[in-house]
């Protein structure tokens, strides 16, 4: 079957950089997605990686490595407005979207 | 923001009542989806479409139909609902798939059988 895995909470201090994993076992691979979904919210794009290594996008990066199966989204200079839920989401060979179950962001002061 | 609303934003129902949830879009993109959302599980896709008329099964399709018959309005049907159907349940739209495949949400549909 196919699976992403993510943590199901992170905490950090705002200020701080924080990494949320994601690792994936899907049926081929043609990209994957970051989204974020704050409480009560409808979840908004990040990030889409399809080549391996690093993009930056201002405080928030994301890393791709299709040989691990797995990515991060990195946020660096936490503040609380970034408290949320993180989801990764992946595009099977079929251009299928699989989805991770979340991982809920919590900053503290 | 792309143009994608929902109605009715929330509703609560009895079990065995029909439900019908409305997603309409101004973006006139060509893929339209409904999701559902539960606590410990990621987002799952109920039904998609890739145009008028064509319509597709996502993973949880059971008790569940869709229509749509414009570009812009994508319809979600539950025919008699159940307490397990009980769910936030959002809409999107993309342009495409793959790197195009970028999804837009709408605001969710909160919905509640008793």
């Known amino acids: 079957g196919q699976s992403l895995e993510q943590p199901s909470e992170v905490t950090a201090v705002e200020g701080a950089i924080v990494q949320i994993n994601c690792t994936y076992q899907?049926?081929?691979?043609?990209?994957l997605f970051w989204y974020q979904q704050h409480a009560g919210e409808a979840p908004t794009f990040l990030s889409y990686?399809?080549l391996d290594g690093l993009e930056e996008k201002g405080r928030f990066s994301s890393f791709l490595s299709r040989s691990k199966g797995y990515s991060y989204l990195l946020l660096k200079e936490l503040q609380m407005k970034d408290s949320a839920s993180y989801l990764c989401?992946?595009?099977?060979?079929?251009?299928?979207?699989?989805w991770g179950a979340g991982t809920k962001l919590i900053i503290k002061p | 923001d792309a143009g994608i609303t929902q109605s009715p934003r929330h509703k609560v129902t009895e079990t065995g009542t029909p439900v019908t949830l409305r997603c309409h879009q101004t973006?006139?993109?060509?893929?339209m989806y409904w999701y559902r959302q539960d606590p410990g599980h990621g987002l799952r896709l109920i039904h998609y479409?890739?145009?008028?008329?064509?319509?597709d099964k996502g993973e949880v399709s059971d008790g569940y139909s869709v229509s749509r018959s414009k570009t812009e309005d994508f319809l979600l049907t539950l025919e008699s609902a159940t307490s397990s159907q009980t769910s936030v349940y959002f809409c999107?739209?993309?342009?495409?798939?793959?790197?195009?495949?970028?999804?837009?949400f709408g605001e969710g549909s909160r919905l509640t059988v008793l």
């Open positions: 999107a739209i993309s342009e495409g798939t793959g790197d195009t495949g970028e999804l837009f």
């Open positions: 973006e006139n993109h060509r893929y």
């Open positions: 479409s890739y145009g008028v008329k064509d319509t």
């Open positions: 899907t049926s081929g691979f043609n990209g």
């Open positions: 990686n399809v």
């Open positions: 989401a992946v595009i099977d060979s079929n251009y299928q979207l699989i």
